[in-house]
Protein backbone atom coordinates (compact mmCIF):
# COMPACT_ATOMS: atom_id res chain seq x y z
CA UNK A 1 0.00 0.00 0.00
CA UNK A 2 1.58 3.86 -0.98
CA UNK A 3 1.11 6.11 1.62
CA UNK A 4 -1.31 9.15 0.66
CA UNK A 5 -0.23 12.63 1.08
CA UNK A 6 -2.03 12.67 4.65
CA UNK A 7 -0.20 9.72 5.81
CA UNK A 8 3.30 11.63 4.99
CA UNK A 9 2.14 14.55 6.69
CA UNK A 10 1.18 12.51 9.81
CA UNK A 11 4.45 10.76 9.97
CA UNK A 12 6.16 14.97 10.17
CA UNK A 13 3.94 15.89 12.90
CA UNK A 14 4.90 12.43 14.79
CA UNK A 15 8.23 12.93 14.43
CA UNK A 16 7.95 16.01 15.87
CA UNK A 17 5.68 15.21 18.61
CA UNK A 18 8.71 12.78 19.67
CA UNK A 19 11.41 15.61 19.97
CA UNK A 20 12.92 16.20 16.24
CA UNK A 21 12.51 19.61 15.96
CA UNK A 22 15.03 19.72 12.65
CA UNK A 23 13.11 19.76 9.04
CA UNK A 24 15.92 17.95 7.39
CA UNK A 25 16.64 15.10 10.11
CA UNK A 26 12.61 14.95 9.94
CA UNK A 27 12.39 14.26 6.06
CA UNK A 28 14.79 11.40 6.58
CA UNK A 29 12.78 9.80 9.61
CA UNK A 30 9.43 10.18 7.69
CA UNK A 31 11.14 8.51 4.28
CA UNK A 32 12.47 5.57 6.33
CA UNK A 33 9.18 5.37 8.57
CA UNK A 34 7.26 4.98 5.44
CA UNK A 35 9.28 2.86 3.79
CA UNK A 36 8.72 0.44 6.91
CA UNK A 37 5.33 1.20 7.26
CA UNK A 38 4.46 -0.09 3.77
CA UNK A 39 6.04 -3.14 3.63
CA UNK A 40 4.70 -3.58 7.11
CA UNK A 41 1.43 -2.99 5.74
CA UNK A 42 1.94 -5.27 2.79
CA UNK A 43 2.89 -8.18 5.35
CA UNK A 44 -0.44 -7.72 6.96
CA UNK A 45 -3.39 -6.05 5.29
CA UNK A 46 -5.39 -5.92 8.55
CA UNK A 47 -3.03 -3.79 10.01
CA UNK A 48 -4.26 0.04 9.75
CA UNK A 49 -1.50 3.09 9.41
CA UNK A 50 -1.13 3.64 12.90
CA UNK A 51 -0.40 0.75 14.19
CA UNK A 52 2.22 0.02 11.70
CA UNK A 53 3.45 3.82 12.48
CA UNK A 54 4.02 2.89 16.00
CA UNK A 55 5.48 -1.00 15.28
CA UNK A 56 8.15 0.80 12.83
CA UNK A 57 8.92 3.86 15.85
CA UNK A 58 9.16 1.14 18.27
CA UNK A 59 12.10 -0.05 16.50
CA UNK A 60 14.00 2.69 17.09
CA UNK A 61 14.33 1.58 20.85
CA UNK A 62 13.60 2.26 24.10
CA UNK A 63 15.06 6.11 23.46
CA UNK A 64 12.81 6.40 20.19
CA UNK A 65 14.53 9.35 17.85
CA UNK A 66 17.07 10.57 20.10
CA UNK A 67 19.94 8.09 19.01
CA UNK A 68 19.37 9.20 15.79
CA UNK A 69 18.96 13.07 16.38
CA UNK A 70 22.48 12.78 18.39
CA UNK A 71 24.41 11.13 15.73
CA UNK A 72 22.99 14.04 13.12
CA UNK A 73 24.22 16.29 15.63
CA UNK A 74 28.08 14.99 15.53
CA UNK A 75 28.08 14.98 11.83
CA UNK A 76 26.05 18.42 11.59
CA UNK A 77 28.98 19.82 14.34
CA UNK A 78 31.72 17.85 12.23
CA UNK A 79 30.38 19.68 9.17
CA UNK A 80 30.44 23.09 11.04
CA UNK A 81 33.99 22.89 12.10
CA UNK A 82 34.76 22.22 8.76
CA UNK A 83 33.39 25.51 7.59
CA UNK A 84 34.93 27.03 10.53
CA UNK A 85 38.75 25.54 9.56
CA UNK A 86 38.33 26.43 5.88
CA UNK A 87 37.29 30.21 6.61
CA UNK A 88 39.98 30.58 8.92
CA UNK A 89 42.49 29.38 7.25
CA UNK A 90 41.60 32.01 4.55
CA UNK A 91 43.16 34.67 7.31
CA UNK A 92 46.20 33.00 7.39
CA UNK A 93 46.75 33.50 3.09
CA UNK A 94 47.35 36.40 1.46
CA UNK A 95 46.03 39.46 1.01
CA UNK A 96 44.18 38.30 4.69
CA UNK A 97 47.12 37.73 6.28
CA UNK A 98 48.56 41.36 5.58
CA UNK A 99 45.55 42.36 7.33
CA UNK A 100 45.64 39.73 10.49
CA UNK A 101 49.54 40.67 11.01
CA UNK A 102 48.54 44.58 11.09
CA UNK A 103 45.80 43.67 13.91
CA UNK A 104 48.16 41.73 15.82
CA UNK A 105 50.69 44.63 15.52
CA UNK A 106 48.23 46.92 16.68
CA UNK A 107 47.14 45.50 19.33
CA UNK A 108 50.72 44.52 21.01
CA UNK A 109 51.72 48.42 20.06
CA UNK A 110 48.33 49.41 22.39
CA UNK A 111 48.68 47.23 24.54
CA UNK A 112 52.37 47.90 25.44
CA UNK A 113 51.70 51.27 26.44
CA UNK A 114 52.06 52.54 30.24
CA UNK A 115 48.20 52.45 30.23
CA UNK A 116 48.10 48.89 28.50
CA UNK A 117 45.79 46.76 30.72
CA UNK A 118 43.25 49.74 30.43
CA UNK A 119 43.30 49.48 26.72
CA UNK A 120 42.93 45.39 26.57
CA UNK A 121 40.12 45.74 29.09
CA UNK A 122 38.80 48.79 27.28
CA UNK A 123 39.03 46.43 23.60
CA UNK A 124 37.05 43.91 25.15
CA UNK A 125 34.15 45.51 26.57
CA UNK A 126 33.80 47.04 23.23
CA UNK A 127 34.19 43.58 21.55
CA UNK A 128 31.19 42.49 23.95
CA UNK A 129 28.76 45.46 22.83
CA UNK A 130 29.25 44.49 19.27
CA UNK A 131 28.62 40.96 19.72
CA UNK A 132 25.47 41.80 22.27
CA UNK A 133 24.66 44.07 19.58
CA UNK A 134 24.88 41.17 17.08
CA UNK A 135 23.36 38.45 18.49
CA UNK A 136 19.91 40.92 18.85
CA UNK A 137 20.13 40.97 15.52
CA UNK A 138 20.82 37.70 14.66
CA UNK A 139 17.72 36.50 17.09
CA UNK A 140 15.84 38.61 14.97
CA UNK A 141 17.16 37.57 11.59
CA UNK A 142 15.88 33.66 12.93
CA UNK A 143 12.54 34.28 14.37
CA UNK A 144 11.81 36.27 10.66
CA UNK A 145 13.38 32.89 8.44
CA UNK A 146 10.99 30.65 10.68
CA UNK A 147 8.39 32.87 10.32
CA UNK A 148 8.70 32.92 6.36
CA UNK A 149 9.18 28.97 6.38
CA UNK A 150 8.61 27.05 9.52
CA UNK A 151 11.49 24.99 9.04
CA UNK A 152 14.34 24.58 11.60
CA UNK A 153 17.12 23.16 9.92
CA UNK A 154 20.34 21.79 12.16
CA UNK A 155 23.39 23.09 10.43
CA UNK A 156 21.78 26.22 10.24
CA UNK A 157 20.81 26.16 13.79
CA UNK A 158 24.32 25.41 14.94
CA UNK A 159 25.36 28.32 12.47
CA UNK A 160 23.51 31.25 14.50
CA UNK A 161 23.52 29.38 17.97
CA UNK A 162 26.86 29.36 17.96
CA UNK A 163 27.22 32.93 16.57
CA UNK A 164 25.25 33.83 19.63
CA UNK A 165 27.22 31.66 21.97
CA UNK A 166 30.16 33.67 21.65
CA UNK A 167 28.87 36.69 23.87
CA UNK A 168 27.50 34.17 26.46
CA UNK A 169 31.11 32.48 26.51
CA UNK A 170 33.14 35.87 26.56
CA UNK A 171 30.83 37.87 29.36
CA UNK A 172 32.26 36.62 32.73
CA UNK A 173 35.29 36.60 31.78
CA UNK A 174 35.71 40.26 32.12
CA UNK A 175 35.68 40.26 35.72
CA UNK A 176 39.14 38.17 35.36
CA UNK A 177 40.97 40.53 32.79
CA UNK A 178 40.30 43.64 34.98
CA UNK A 179 42.48 41.97 37.28
CA UNK A 180 45.25 42.24 34.96
CA UNK A 181 45.54 45.95 34.48
CA UNK A 182 48.25 46.05 36.79
CA UNK A 183 50.21 43.03 35.65
CA UNK A 184 50.53 44.22 31.72
CA UNK A 185 54.28 44.14 31.35
CA UNK A 186 56.81 41.27 30.10
CA UNK A 187 55.33 39.22 27.91
CA UNK A 188 51.70 39.71 28.83
CA UNK A 189 51.35 42.58 26.10
CA UNK A 190 52.85 40.27 23.13
CA UNK A 191 50.66 37.16 24.68
CA UNK A 192 47.39 39.34 24.68
CA UNK A 193 47.68 40.37 21.69
CA UNK A 194 48.07 36.81 19.74
CA UNK A 195 44.75 35.64 21.64
CA UNK A 196 43.29 38.66 20.92
CA UNK A 197 43.97 39.25 17.43
CA UNK A 198 42.57 34.89 17.45
CA UNK A 199 39.37 35.94 19.23
CA UNK A 200 38.97 38.63 16.42
CA UNK A 201 39.38 36.09 13.96
CA UNK A 202 36.82 33.55 15.64
CA UNK A 203 34.65 36.29 16.29
CA UNK A 204 34.42 37.64 13.07
CA UNK A 205 33.84 34.18 11.24
CA UNK A 206 31.35 33.08 14.07
CA UNK A 207 29.11 35.68 14.53
CA UNK A 208 29.58 37.50 10.53
CA UNK A 209 30.83 35.16 7.88
CA UNK A 210 29.17 32.15 8.53
CA UNK A 211 25.95 33.29 9.01
CA UNK A 212 26.14 35.52 5.92
CA UNK A 213 26.88 32.95 4.08
CA UNK A 214 24.34 30.34 5.34
CA UNK A 215 22.21 30.45 3.32
CA UNK A 216 24.81 29.18 0.24
CA UNK A 217 26.16 26.59 2.58
CA UNK A 218 22.65 25.24 3.65
CA UNK A 219 21.76 24.93 -0.46
CA UNK A 220 24.71 23.08 -0.79
CA UNK A 221 24.09 20.50 2.01
CA UNK A 222 20.45 20.39 1.46
CA UNK A 223 18.88 20.98 -2.12
CA UNK A 224 15.64 21.45 -1.10
CA UNK A 225 16.45 24.45 1.54
CA UNK A 226 14.84 27.08 -0.60
CA UNK A 227 11.86 24.90 -2.04
Not at 61 to 85: I, N
Not at 190 to 203: E, N, P, R
Request: charged share 20%; aromatic share 16%.
Amino acid sequence: MALTKEHIDNLYAFTKKHFVEYYDLQTELVDHLANDIEVIMAENSKITFEEARDTSFKKFGVFGFMDVVEQRQKAMSKTYMKLLWNYAKDWFRLPQIIGTLAIFFLLYAIFSLQIGGYMFVGCYFVVCILLLVRTISLRKEIKSKLKKSEKLWFLEDIIFKNAMFIIVLMGPQAGQFINLVDKFDGYIPLISAFIFTLLIIYTYITAIILPKNATFHLQEIYPEYNM
